[in-house]
């Protein structure tokens, strides 16, 4: 099969780039596809996509995909679409607003115009930020979205998620692409990087560095972290899925911590000496932001239409994430 993953030099696309192609941790099942991926290189890294070059099925292309003549062509190619491409992470967000709407919205606009006219499946990543500061536990995908206010720069993320669902609901039900929405919670493994927010590798580089690791808030605020082998698992499965068609689906693992609770976790595991260091939310963000205390997925609807169930539990994403920042540690001081 030919597959574009638009994002595939990002941290979820180049892990689903290994998977397909049939190379690393997260490929057990074995399947060779001919892969594409156009990345712009804004939030990815050529280092995630670096040992996939010499590969004879892998192709790649440093563009935006806003880029229509090249999204045409690149659509009109392969059989499965993965539109993973997005301006993603809450800093990022919080610092280039306009970037994060236009890229969000019309990038995606463009993609299903063109998988439209020629019927392509097309899987589209969402987040579990669309259900904004609801506080129900767990998020279903049939829950109402509690967003906040316009002028508050972290809704407009959510936001424009949104508007790209309701996008392949509209193209599902008007066009009959063939389109399935998944909503990632939190979602952590080697190759994340916390230059845009992800608590995670923040801790750990913290951790490792011995210096202090930073909690936003009061750091009762909990989270559940899903290991990206489960998800690209769940992305491969679900291209085959016809039951998905014109679904939302959740992606996670539902396994709770609070982030205090996380911080002392990680600083153990590293047998680190670091210390907690607690800053407010304006500090980090900017005035005005707005945490969510929590966020749990329900993932029995990805369980009843193709079968998901999670293999890592927390304590095997943070062994695998806490190894692959020694080793790159180490490798970037050699
Ligand atoms: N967080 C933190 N310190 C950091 C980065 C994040 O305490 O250095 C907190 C953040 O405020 C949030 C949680 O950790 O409550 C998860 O943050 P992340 O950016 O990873 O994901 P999201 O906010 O999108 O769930």
Same mark, same amino acid.
């Given at each position: ?138 998020? *279903?995908? +049939?829950?109402?979205?509690?967003? $906040? ?10 936001? @424009? =998620? /949104? ?116 800053? *407010?939310? +304006?500090?980090?963000?900017?005035? $005005? ?10 993932? @029995? =609807? /990805? ?32």
């Amino acid at each position: 099969m030919k597959i574009l993953i638009t994002g595939g030099a990002g941290f979820i696309g180049s892990h689903l780039c290994d998977r397909l192609i049939g190379v690393g941790a997260g490929s057990d099942s074995g399947s060779k596809h001919e892969i594409f991926v156009i990345d712009d290189l804004s939030t990815g890294s050529i280092e995630n996509i670096e040992h996939l070059k010499v590969h004879k099925n892998f192709h790649y292309v440093i563009d935006t995909i806003t880029n229509k003549s090249l999204m045409r062509e690149l659509i009109d190619k392969c059989d499965v679409i993965y539109h993973l491409a997005a301006a993603v992470g809450v800093k990022l967000i919080m610092e280039r607003p306009v970037h994060t709407i236009e890229t969000n919205i019309y990038g995606t606009e463009l993609i299903f115009q063109c998988a439209a006219q020629k019927g392509k499946r097309t899987i589209i990543a969402s987040t579990s930020e669309v259900y904004g500061k609801s506080s129900k536990i767990p998020f *279903s995908e +049939d829950d109402d979205l509690v967003l $906040g206010p316009t002028n508050i720069a972290r809704w407009s993320y959510a936001c @424009s =998620k /949104a508007i790209d669902e309701y996008l392949a609901h509209a193209y599902w039900n008007e066009k009959r692409l063939p389109v399935t929405v998944v909503r990632f919670f939190n979602t952590v493994g080697p190759r994340q990087v916390g230059h845009y927010g992800m608590v995670i590798p923040r801790f750990i580089k913290s951790a490792l560095a011995g210096e202090n690791l930073t909690i936003y808030g009061d750091g009762h605020q909990s989270r559940c972290f899903g290991h990206v082998n489960d998800i690209v698992r769940a992305l491969d499965e679900l291209k085959d899925a016809n039951n998905t068609l014109g679904e939302t689906i959740n992606l996670g693992q539902p396994e709770e911590i609070s982030i205090n609770e996380l911080a002392v976790k990680i600083i153990e595991m590293c047998e680190s000496k670091s210390k907690l260091q607690y800053v *407010s939310f +304006d500090e980090a963000y900017g005035p $005005g932001f707005e945490d969510m205390k929590k966020r749990v997925p329900d993932i @029995s =609807k /990805a369980k009843r239409l193709f079968g998901f169930t999670p293999k890592y539990k927390l304590n095997d994403i943070l062994r695998d994430t806490i190894s692959y920042h020694r080793q790159h540690q180490l490798s970037s001081r050699s």
